[in-house]
């Protein structure tokens, strides 16, 4: 007998296509925004004070994003999942639907949780959407919570949902290869967020090394401390490692100087000397 269940890859195309669609509406908005406060910048004068209003700035505009984002996604799947085709466009692309446990249309508010219930697969990186390939019945995790069913779009209702095998070697091995995933994404986060002190200091260095007449006092800026000694530049880095980094005159190539704390390696720019 042919189960009426779509399975992974079918239901991952769709989704492509969802997200897409999705993020046209806060792009359409947040563009504009984004070129607004570009322009607001330039007219700041150099310094800590246009680093502090660009920070603020950027802040602003993310939580508008993801406001956005969120109420997007939410009209989007709850109106159209709710809907006589019962399917966002994706679906419908891919001539699938979305019914309950009795092979009906869903109402907005079940399709309004179920949209909320997508946070949960998303947490769990992605691990609630693999287990539509590897669960009874198809049903990503989102589909476990609120009793949903993803089905062809030529089933109709009082036509029996019957059960599947679930395939849990299979969900074992994917949840490892993306848990693996994650956890290399999240290090090579953090690597690049800890590298960013010392290379935004690295390419200040250089920009204040080439002003005309040079510095004399030490400056500080964003916490770092620029200054000149008799055999080149150097910046004292604010980054919680005792990061110390040096220009040569005439140099264009900052490097590290190692001391006993600190992390040059963590900084992406070579030890000097080496």
Known sequence: MKTPYIGFFR???????????????PLIICLPLAAWQAHLWAQL????????????????????????????FWLYAAFLESSAKQA???????RIKVVDEKGQ?????????RALAKVLSYATFYIGFIMAGCTKRKRALHDMIVQTYVVHRDYQPGEELPDTPSHPIWMGIWTFIFVCLAGWTLWMNWQEAAAAPAQEAAARLVELSKTKPP??????????????HADGYRVAVDDGYNTTLFL???????????????????????????
């Open 105 to 113: 249309r869903i109402s907005f508010l079940r399709a309004t949780g």
């Open 11 to 25: 239901r991952a195309a769709a989704f492509i296509i969802d997200n897409l669609l999705v993020a046209i509406p």
């Open 248 to 274: 040569p005159y005439g140099g264009t190539d900052v490097c590290c100087e190692q001391h006993a704390s600190t992390k040059c390696k963590a900084t992406g720019i070579p030890v000097c000397g080496k």
């Open 45 to 72: 004068p150099a310094g800590e004070t246009q680093n502090i209003a660009q920070m603020s700035m950027l802040i602003i505009l993310y939580i508008v994003w993801q406001l956005l984002s969120a109420i997007t």
């Open 88 to 94: 966002t466009l994706g679906k419908m692309l891919l």
């Open 215 to 228: 510095f004399t006092s030490p400056l500080r800026e964003d916490g770092n401390i620029y200054f000149r």
